[in-house]
């Protein structure tokens, strides 16, 4: 039997036992025999799979099928549990009942043994010392829900068989779960930790390592790709879904970040583990009963020099830094190595002197990990001065400016640890073309294709560039926009979502809007993300106003979402610093390989929101004329789904009328598919 007729039967036998049966699609197969060759012959394969093909058992399928060890590494750690939980027992159960799978992931995701113990020998499970900067802005929570928080943690761990903080019915708050979680940088593993032979974290990466098809995130693969190959057990080929966030992710973690608040964290951890003293606090007071936790002359140090990094890098947000002409900055960030160095050594002669007042080794595991911490983050702060050629610093704007440091080619690290040791599989709806030989593989070893997707975008999607408007940088610009998400959000009868590519645009369209419609307009920043997407989902005539956060992974199917808006087109800001140095390494090329590459994805990413099923129908509206007009434009349209085109706002708002009054009248949850009752007009001009 051939390799493509058996991965077809296979995959056929997996689909055919989905909850209510199937059969696999043309694009599924193709992509499913394309990896098959790839993995058999130790190419590289690209595939821009459409969504609804069912890319993951497009690649899981041949996977298995190949007796490979394949680490399947994708963008977020709830696809992982989708993977682990849904996929992989489904191919299982159809193809190989004894396959062993596991999933993989960074050490703070599981609960540490050790600081359990910590918390229950001390008792601050019932009253959790909170750390960290995180109630200096949003007002603190109420100790009774963090000490319930607390307890119920406590109570899972005794009955987990994973640590996995996944398993939990409620996420905890990032303060609760980091007093039973330590990071790969505290720890300081399991031969020197008590609690080293039933570590969690010990026992995810054994049974990865005896598992032939091991899940993890690209956070855990840049990890491994910066400790040489130390995190993640060996095997023979990697896959990668969601494969257009590879590039951004590794960048972040080849890289560092580094604010205040890491400084202030070792500082308050450094209380803790050294104990009481009658040493100054900050200021120049004495602390007294009622300051809370021990502290130490190291420890203030440590935070008197956060707080004056924290007022430099404020002046500097946003600034590209170059090494030799720090100035203030340089004096900061040279003031903090130093207290940190003093603070190691204080941590170091305490650890010697065994001040383990109870006698258990528990409070030399909190010095050790505290004096880690501490090295680390020193160590990292000294790369500010010694940058490596091909890296690039700068001071990022935000609520909390940090610094950051990251490789501005990500390519040298996975040609030679990925690309020439073995097979590699990028995957995505919106993979630009390309990517493979960007990132660092050699072009002879690379196929590209394209499966396309199952559904019927030419029927049910329409494309409507706003010609006309203003060029952005008019003064009238806004204006004009507001009056055309007016326009269309009536005509759809809210069921829409406005991507914006900058908060202050959203906030004053949203203000505008506020004033002129009747339906409920959701703005992000106004609650959390998961309460926005819910009460969206349940609010048929709602509109949602968000930025960038908001253009990927947002999966809203049916009659609640008919509309997705763009207000320009995606493009990366000019003075944006990481940017800016790989727009001077790529010359004259810049614009096409490094700016019009990215904003193709962003856009195809916008737009996906719409069409999630076989039966949903919509508009998407770019409200950029630069879609119509510039030289580039054919390269944005073409990483767009097949979608009908106009510029014709009348025929957006028909097709968007005819959706509305069929959802309208309509009690059915979704949307109605292409033989709804509407007729589709002829395909118009293309912007």
């Known amino acids: ?55 993951s058992l497009g690649y899981l399928v041949p996977a298995v099928l190949s007796k490979k060890r394949v680490v399947v590494a994708t963008a977020t750690k709830a696809l992982q549990d989708q993977l682990a939980s849904k996929d992989l027992p489904l191919v299982a159960g159809a193809l190989a009942p004894r396959l062993r799978f596991a999933v993989l992931k960074g050490r703070s995701n599981y609960l540490c043994r050790q600081r359990l113990r910590e918390m229950q020998a001390s008792g601050a499970a019932q009253r959790l010392e909170l750390s960290g900067e995180g109630s200096r802005d949003r007002g603190e929570p109420e100790p009774s829900r963090l000490g319930a928080e607390a307890r119920a943690v406590a109570e899972w761990a005794s009955s987990t068989g994973s640590g996995d903080r996944a398993e939990l019915a409620q996420e905890p708050d990032p303060r609760v779960w980091s007093s039973f979680s330590v990071g790969s940088e505290e720890c300081p593993g399991a031969s020197r ?73 070792v500082a308050l951890a450094a209380r803790a583990a050294l104990g009481p003293t009658d040493r100054p606090a900050a200021g120049g007071r004495r602390r007294g009963a009622g300051d809370g936790p021990g502290s130490s002359g190291g420890a203030e140090q440590v935070l008197e020099a956060a707080a004056r990094l924290e007022e430099v890098i404020s002046s500097r947000a946003g600034e590209r830094l170059v090494p030799g ?72 704007d ?43 593989a050699e072009p002879e070893r690379v196929r590209e294709i394209d499966v396309g997707s199952p559904f019927a975008y030419e ?19 806004e204006a004009a926009i507001v009056e055309e998400l007016a326009c269309l959000i009536s005509a759809a009868g809210g069921r829409a979502l406005a991507l914006f590519t900058s908060r202050g645009a959203m906030e004053r369209a949203a203000g505008a809007l506020r004033g002129r419609l009747t339906h409920p307009i959701l703005v ?136 509305d009054e069929e959802a309208s009248a309509s009690d059915a949850p979704a949307r109605p598919g292409a033989g709804g009752g509407w007729v589709a007009p002829p395909a118009a001009a293309a912007p």
Not at 216 to 232: F, K, Q
Request: proline content about 5%; charged content about 25%; aromatic content about 4%.
């Open 1 to 55: 039997m051939s390799t493509g007729k058996r991965v077809a039967e296979a995959l056929g036998a997996v689909v055919g036992r989905l909850p209510r049966g199937g059969e696999a699609r043309p694009g599924q197969i193709e992509m499913a025999e394309a990896v098959a060759g790839a993995l058999a012959d130790g190419g590289h394969l690209v595939v821009r799979a459409g969504t609804g093909t069912g890319k």
């Open 193 to 265: 930790c008590p609690s080293g032979g039933d570590c969690f974290a010990e026992l995810a990466r054994e049974r990865a390592a005896q598992a032939q098809i091991v899940v993890v995130n690209l956070h855990l693969l840049g990890a491994d790709l910066a400790s040489g190959g130390a995190v993640l057990p060996e095997h023979d080929a990697l896959v990668v879904d969601e494969a257009h966030e590879l590039e951004d992710v590794l960048t972040r973690t080849l890289g560092v970040e580094i604010g205040p608040g890491r400084l202030r964290a």
């Open 325 to 396: 002409s720090l100035g203030a900055l340089g004096e900061a960030v040279e003031l903090a190595r130093a207290t940190l160095e003093r603070l190691g050594a204080e941590l170091r002669r305490a650890l010697d002197a065994g001040t383990d007042r109870a006698g258990s080794g528990e409070a030399a595991q909190r010095l050790t990990r505290v004096m880690l911490a501490a090295g680390h983050l020193r160590e990292q702060l000294a790369r500010l001065e010694e940058l490596e050629e091909g890296e690039v610093a700068w001071v990022e």
């Open 398 to 440: 935000g609520p909390r400016p940090a610094l950051e440091i990251a490789p501005v080619d990500v390519a040298p690290v996975l040609a030679e640890q990925v690309f020439a040791r073995m097979p590699v599989v990028l995957t995505s709806a919106t993979v630009p073309a390309g990517l493979a030989v960007r990132l660092g």
């Open 459 to 477: 029927q049910n999607a329409l494309l409507y560039c706003a010609a006309e408007l203003p060029d952005r940088r008019s003064r009238d610009s």
């Open 524 to 659: 992000q920043g106004e609650q959390s993300k998961a309460a926005l997407l819910e009460a969206f989902s349940e609010t048929p005539e709602a509109c949602l106003f968000a930025t960038m956060s908001f253009w990927q992974g947002v999966d809203v199917p049916g009659a609640t979402l008919s509309l997705v808006a763009i207000d320009r087109l995606p493009f990366q800001r000019p003075d944006d610093p990481l940017a800016e140095a790989r727009r001077e390494r790529a010359g004259r090329d810049a614009f096409r390989t490094i700016d019009l590459p990215r904003a193709a994805c962003l856009l195809a990413q916008g737009a996906g929101r719409l069409i999630r099923t076989a039966s949903d129908r919509g508009v998407v509206a770019v409200l950029d004329p630069r879609l119509a007009r510039a030289s580039y434009r054919w390269e944005l349209v073409r990483a767009l789904p097949p979608m009908r085109r106009t510029r014709d706002r009348s025929e957006a708002e028909a097709f968007l009328r005819a959706i």
